[in-house]
């Protein structure tokens, strides 16, 4: 079956770091987005990466090891806005999208 | 430039009656999808569309749910007959879809559905 993991929640201080990791087990693989999603909100595209490494942009930065079948979502400099849930996706042999259940993240001031 | 417009964003009906959700995709884009989100199931995939056609339904609960896209601007989710357990955000999302459909996808604010 498809699988994708991510931690249920997170907690993390206003001006900090964090990583947010997710693990997948797909029937093929052929990217992966990361989206976040605020409380009472649409989710909104964060990044795509189909290679291996890191892209960043701006305070977000995202890691791909398809190796591993592991993505990471880093967040620099926290912000209280940044309070919202991070969902995992990826694209399968069949460019179908399979969703992870979302990261929630609290920040704390 | 407008995003994708869904409407309404609020209802409220009792169990049995018919519900019709719609949504209008980002100008350009050939790809649509229609989305569920609860808490207890997180995000799925109802059923999308590319070009109009629908492509993969396989995320419909049951005969009770249906979809069209009659043209590039326009799509509906209807709920023939209701139940509680409809009640949930449903989603409307549409992307440029290359061939890889590798383009992000963008959402609608969501139709926030309670069945009574």
């Known amino acids: 079956g498809q699988n994708i993991d991510q931690p249920t929640e997170m907690t993390a201080t206003e001006g900090a770091i964090v990583q947010i990791n997710c693990t997948y087990q797909?029937?093929?693989?052929?990217?992966l987005f990361w989206y976040q999603q605020h409380a009472g909100e649409a989710p909104t595209f964060l990044s795509y990466?189909?290679l291996d490494g890191l892209e960043e942009k701006g305070r977000f930065s995202s890691f791909l090891s398809r190796s591993k079948g592991y993505s990471y979502l880093l967040l620099k400099e926290l912000q209280m806005k940044d309070s919202a849930s991070y969902l995992c996706?990826?694209?399968?042999?069949?460019?179908?999208?399979?969703w992870g259940a979302g990261t929630k993240l609290i920040i704390k001031p | 430039d407008a995003g994708v417009i869904q409407s309404p964003r609020h209802e409220v009906t009792e169990m049995g009656q018919e519900v019709t959700l719609r949504c209008k995709p980002i100008?350009?884009?050939?790809?649509l999808f229609w989305y569920r989100q609860t808490m207890m199931r997180g995000l799925e995939l109802l059923i999308y569309?590319?070009?109009?056609?629908?492509?993969?339904d396989s995320g419909m609960p049951e005969d009770r749910f249906s979809a069209k896209m009659p043209n590039a601007s326009f799509s509906t989710l209807k709920i023939q007959p209701s139940e509680p357990r409809d009640s949930a955000v449903y989603f409307c999302?549409?992307?440029?879809?290359?061939?890889?459909?590798?383009?992000?996808?963008?959402f609608g604010d969501g139709t926030r559905l309670s069945i009574l």
């Open positions: 999302a549409s992307s440029s879809r290359g061939p890889e459909n590798t383009q992000p996808q963008h």
């Open positions: 100008s350009g884009h050939n790809s």
């Open positions: 569309f590319n070009n109009n056609v629908p492509i993969d």
């Open positions: 797909t029937s093929g693989f052929n990217g």
């Open positions: 990466n189909v």
């Open positions: 996706a990826v694209l399968d042999s069949n460019y179908q999208l399979i």
